[in-house]
């Protein structure tokens, strides 16, 4: 059914890094993907495998998790890796045949460019993803960005609107069920038959949907304005990020990892 | 008591696109007064104005002429309508399109975030709210996932974070089931008696409507008649003028009164005593049997559909949501499915033209000669649903051609219907289902709510099926609606169409069913007429349900009538006032 479809993939183990203020995790995060790119020597590499472990462990990942998270990237990171390996030409050939030459420096970018990928998914899971409400990562978006506001960028309203919209879809995926079950009732078609045909068996399914979606927002743009909505000056909040002495400590210990990552990298290259 | 809410000469119309206002008046002329710490209900039927008169209250529009002063506050300039809105707090109808948190207590605290309450005071507000409304374990869940009544006590407690002073409900309790519906009654009872806060509610149910202290009739753009609800009740013709119905105890009392060529009066309704008291005098009154139609009983014919051990489970066999069902439908007859939220209602009719496939079990759709199609065969499920049609609450959504005629349509060229005149089955579809023809040419999103849940309807009997579901049909329509959609019923019932219809209210069902169905957690608890399943008010809660306002009342004005004359002769209730209350006349003269 379609409702079985989760997003975000958000996993409550309510571990140290679930409870960590949402901001600091973001800056992490960029700071890891930074040094995902930035690293290159394979022993900077096993660092970095053996804090992605501690990573994962600390946020209590199970590893049916990581393993699903990762199985979607490994055809690409594949792909990747085939692409590195045939077509650079630096170094040492090590194998070849007809025109298609392999070479030393074309095997370890391949390597390290398939491997960058896996890391890439791993922390943006890690930090992200599997440890953070999407509402949540709205809210410390809304406040990193809010210097921004100087600029008039409409930051509150940007987040409000996020937050709207993934309150908003499980509702219209619900919808969606219930509209398609009663255009089937009427014999609308979505896996059989030609294309046309299943194209229009979802076109009776869109059309009400937008119908009903503005609808809704019109009926929920009248509550917000019964409930007294101005936009988001002199607005408090229920739960404020507050960073506590604990995510200090969790946010020093991992930009400490990253810095060694980095002098691993420096110190081998 | 001050006033809470004071409207005077008020008369606003919609604007259009371009800003001019319709020459139709929302309200005219309209005047009212709520006194302080009042429940009041709004009353009258689709289109009189009553939803324009709450938001013109709570300033989400503002008059054309007159003045609306709320709490000592006039909406006429910016200042004053928060003002209004900040002790004026509105509860809509659609639970889904008012909640804004994705967390429960986010939805709470969105309106005093608004008004820029700081910690501690707010987390204070919300976890009070939430303990109030009984759904502080609940505080951390996901809003969408709360059921429809939890999810219209979060709008409450939304209202209440506000600490309001007045609270309108704009037919908040129209998509809940009579159970979660009781609930948020109380609750909304319980403010207003424990805070004194100022509640009006929009309804159109009756029921709801005589448990307030006050009443206003409106009918186009006016107040047709205001009082206390014996006042009101008491004037029947007052109330079908103005399109509305009497609740099932007074239509009872109403019908003896009448049957003894008495006038009911106000001192007869006042409370349920004086309505069995009334009731009771009136029976014996009566000097001979009134005069009522002969009610249409369903002959016995053949099977047409079959159901046998179904099950069906959502979670791979943990929880079923249907268990072992049996059931046999008859050619012609009106089959109501009832039973509590929840109980496998409407898993259980998407199995019945293979919308859901059977895990275990079976559905047999028997022809005419005899030929048997069941959903477990793939190649026939596209027969059955030719003969077989599912309507699903609030169907209008499933409107989106351009024009009436084409969504019509829709199912039936689908259908491969091999040569048949198209255009004469639309027109023959709308007629059944009461749509005039100078609609089908307009966009089915330019129709009113009722003509919309009409096209959608035709758009289904235009395949003609031999079997119609529907799950609650009259759901949210005012009182002409859902008798005008029960007639339609009947008269398919007439040409031989086998209608199955899901519903809540227990009174309809009684009334237009031959045969009624309840399912209790999955499994069939009974099955019979409506005197058989609810013979007892005890056998009803045993198999889940609550029994239908007239019988309970008029159980209870024949026990009274058996204890002061022995003689008198108990018969099985009837499922209409003006039937029953014959029925306890013959047994009154009969001593």
């Known amino acids: 059914m379609l409702s079985d479809i989760s997003l975000g993939r958000f996993v409550d183990t309510r571990s140290v890094l679930h409870e960590t203020d949402p901001r600091l995790k973001i800056i992490l995060y960029i700071?890891?993907?930074?040094?995902?790119?930035?690293?290159g020597t394979p022993q900077a590499l096993i660092a970095l495998f053996a804090l992605t472990m501690i990573q994962l462990i600390t946020a209590k990942i199970p590893l049916s998790v990581t393993w699903s998270t990762l199985k979607p990237v490994i055809p690409l990171a594949l792909f990747?890796?085939?692409?590195?390996?045939?077509?650079?030409?630096q170094g040492e050939i090590l194998w070849s045949w007809r025109f298609i030459e392999v070479t030393d420096v074309g095997v370890s970018k391949?390597?390290?460019?398939?491997?960058?990928?896996?890391f890439l998914i791993l922390s943006t899971s890690v930090f992200l993803t599997l440890t953070t409400t999407p509402l949540k990562i709205a809210d410390a978006l809304e406040s990193l960005m809010s210097p921004l506001k100087v600029f008039k960028v409409p930051v509150h309203e940007a987040s409000m609107m996020m937050s709207i919209a993934l309150r908003f879809i499980p509702t219209l995926i619900e919808e969606t069920d219930k509209i398609m079950k009663a255009q089937?009732?009427?014999?609308?078609?979505?896996?059989?038959?030609?294309?046309?045909?299943?194209?229009?068996?979802?076109?009776?399914?869109?059309?009400?949907?937008?119908?009903?979606?503005?609808?809704?927002?019109?009926?929920?743009?009248?509550?917000?304005?019964?409930?007294?909505?101005r936009g988001g000056n002199n607005r408090t909040k229920l739960n404020p990020l507050k960073i506590k002495g604990r995510d200090i400590v969790v946010f020093v210990l991992f930009l400490a990892g990253a810095a060694v990552l980095i002098g691993t990298d420096i110190y081998f290259i | 008591m001050s006033d809470a809410i004071s409207v005077k000469n008020v008369s606003f119309a919609y604007k259009t696109d371009e800003g001019q206002s319709l020459e139709v008046k929302a309200l005219d002329n309209i005047s009212l007064d709520v006194k302080s710490g009042a429940y009041c209900a709004v009353l009258g039927p689709n289109g009189s104005g009553k939803s324009t008169l709450a938001k013109l209250i709570d300033v989400l529009e503002l008059p054309d002429e007159g003045t609306v002063c709320v709490l000592g506050n006039t909406a006429s300039d910016e200042s004053d309508i928060y003002a209004i809105r900040e002790r004026c707090s509105y509860v809509f109808q659609n639970p889904d399109n008012q909640i804004v948190g994705t967390i429960v207590e986010e939805d709470v605290a969105f309106g005093p975030e608004n008004l820029g309450i700081p910690n501690p005071e707010l987390r204070e507000r919300v976890d009070e709210a939430l303990k109030y409304v009984g759904l502080y374990d609940l505080r951390k869940r996901e809003a969408a996932s709360l059921s429809g009544g939890q999810k219209q006590k979060l709008a409450i407690a939304g209202a209440l974070a506000m600490r309001p002073e007045v609270l309108i409900l704009d037919e908040s309790t129209a998509m809940l089931d009579p159970v979660s519906r009781d609930e948020f009654l109380e609750l909304?009872?319980?403010?207003?008696?424990?805070?004194?806060?100022?509640?009006?509610?929009?309804?159109?149910d009756m029921n709801e409507a005589a448990r307030c202290q006050r009443i206003f009739v409106v009918k186009e753009g006016k107040v047709a008649m205001e009082g206390t609800p014996s006042e009101i009740f008491s004037k029947p013709d007052v109330i079908r003028e103005a399109g509305l119905e009497l609740p099932a105890d007074i239509g009872l009392v109403y019908e003896l009164a009448k049957a003894s060529g008495k006038v009911i009066r106000e001192d007869d309704i006042k409370d349920k005593d004086a309505r069995i008291g009334a009731a009771v005098r009136y029976a014996r009154e009566a000097k001979a049997v009134p005069k009522v139609k002969q009610l249409k009983k369903h002959e016995n014919t053949r099977k047409i559909l079959e159901v046998s051990d179904l099950s069906y489970s959502y979670d791979g066999g943990k929880t079923y949501a249907i268990e072992h069902m049996d059931l046999d439908v008859y050619q012609g007859e009106i089959l109501a499915v009832v039973g509590k939220s929840g109980c496998g209602k409407t898993t259980f009719i998407s199995h019945l033209n293979g919308i859901v496939r059977p895990q275990s079990g079976e559905i047999r759709f028997i022809n005419e000669d005899n030929s048997v199609l069941t959903t477990s065969r793939k190649k026939d499920i596209a027969q059955i649903r030719r003969k077989v049609s599912l309507v699903f609450q609030y169907p209008e959504y499933q409107l989106f051609e351009e024009t009436v005629r084409k969504d019509i349509a829709y199912?039936?060229?689908?259908?491969?219907?091999?040569?048949?005149?198209?255009?004469?089955?639309?027109?023959?579809?709308?007629?059944?289902?009461?749509?005039s023809e100078d609609v089908l040419d307009k966009s089915p999103f330019e129709l009113s709510g009722g003509q919309k849940r009409r096209a959608a309807l035709a758009g289904v009997l235009v395949m003609k099926p031999q079997v119609l579901v529907l799950d609650e049909p009259a759901a949210g329509l005012d009182p002409i609606g859902r008798r005008e959609m029960f007639?339609?019923?009947?008269?398919?019932?007439?040409?031989?169409?086998?209608v199955i219809i899901v519903s809540h209210n227990m009174d309809e069902a009684a009334r237009y069913a031959d045969r009624i169905v309840c399912i209790k957690e999955g499994r069939k608890a009974a099955e019979g007429t409506a005197a058989q399943l609810f013979e007892s008010e005890q056998k009803a809660r045993e198999y889940g349900i609550s029994m239908p306002l007239l019988y309970e009342f008029s159980s209870k004005v024949k026990e009274k009538l058996a204890k002061e004359d022995p003689r008198f002769m108990m018969m099985p209730p009837l499922p209409d006032p003006a039937h029953e209350a014959a029925s306890i006349i013959r047994g009154v003269l009969s001593c």
């Open chain 1, 31 to 39: 700071v890891y993907l930074v040094a995902v790119f930035v690293i």
């Open chain 2, 188 to 204: 909304v009872e319980k403010m207003n008696r424990e805070k004194g806060i100022t509640v009006l509610t929009i309804t159109h």
């Open chain 1, 110 to 118: 391949a390597v390290l460019m398939s491997l960058r990928l896996i």
């Open chain 1, 184 to 229: 089937e009732s009427r014999g609308a078609n979505y896996d059989t038959g030609t294309a046309l045909n299943k194209l229009k068996g979802y076109i009776t399914v869109l059309i009400p949907l937008f119908v009903s979606s503005f609808k809704r927002a019109e009926d929920l743009a009248v509550a917000m304005d019964a409930r007294c909505y």
């Open chain 2, 487 to 498: 007639d339609t019923i009947c008269a398919l019932r007439e040409t031989g169409t086998t």
């Open chain 1, 80 to 89: 990747i890796f085939v692409l590195n390996i045939f077509t650079i030409k």
């Open chain 2, 411 to 435: 199912g039936l060229v689908n259908m491969h219907a091999p040569d048949v005149n198209i255009e004469s089955r639309i027109r023959g579809a709308a007629i059944i289902s009461g749509l």
